[in-house]
């Protein structure tokens, strides 16, 4: 499975970005999806994922309230919908997938996923 990110930018602190995540390949559509985002000098952390399931999506602390995130099966894509960005969403964003249906305990792990796109930058900044 191959992920293409895109939709990072330089952005001011208020403002809104939608991020997206096409997968492609020879699979089926991946279970479980996730974004991840890593700061300059900071660990990969967990930002939201969805389960092709269906269900609510699994936000982090940070990222609830703010950013939303959606799948569009037939189209294997995800969305970032990231509204209110602080200078603290800086980063790297990734997309990563999984075929495996993620319990809470680990949909929030890196490690977890195995298919990782090339990550999208998104910049807040005044």
């Known amino acids: 499975v191959q992920l293409q990110a895109s939709g990072g930018g330089l952005v001011q602190p208020g403002a809104s970005l939608r991020l997206s995540c096409v997968a492609s390949?020879?699979?089926?559509?991946?279970?479980?999806m996730g974004w991840f985002r890593q700061a300059p000098g900071k660990e990969r952390e967990f930002v939201a994922a969805?389960?092709?399931?269906?269900?609510?999506?699994f936000y982090s602390d940070s990222a609830k309230g703010r950013f939303t995130m959606s799948r569009d099966s037939a189209k294997n894509t995800v969305y970032l919908q990231m509204n209110s960005l602080k200078p603290a969403d800086t980063g790297f964003y990734y997309c990563?997938?999984?075929?495996?249906?993620?319990?809470?305990?680990?949909?929030?792990?890196?490690?977890?996923?195995?298919?990782w796109g090339q990550g999208t930058q998104v910049t807040v900044s005044s």
């Open positions: 390949g020879r699979t089926s559509s991946p279970y479980t």
């Open positions: 969805i389960r092709r399931s269906g269900g609510a999506p």
């Open positions: 990563a997938s999984t075929s495996l249906n993620l319990i809470m305990s680990s949909i929030m792990t890196a490690g977890r996923y195995d298919n």
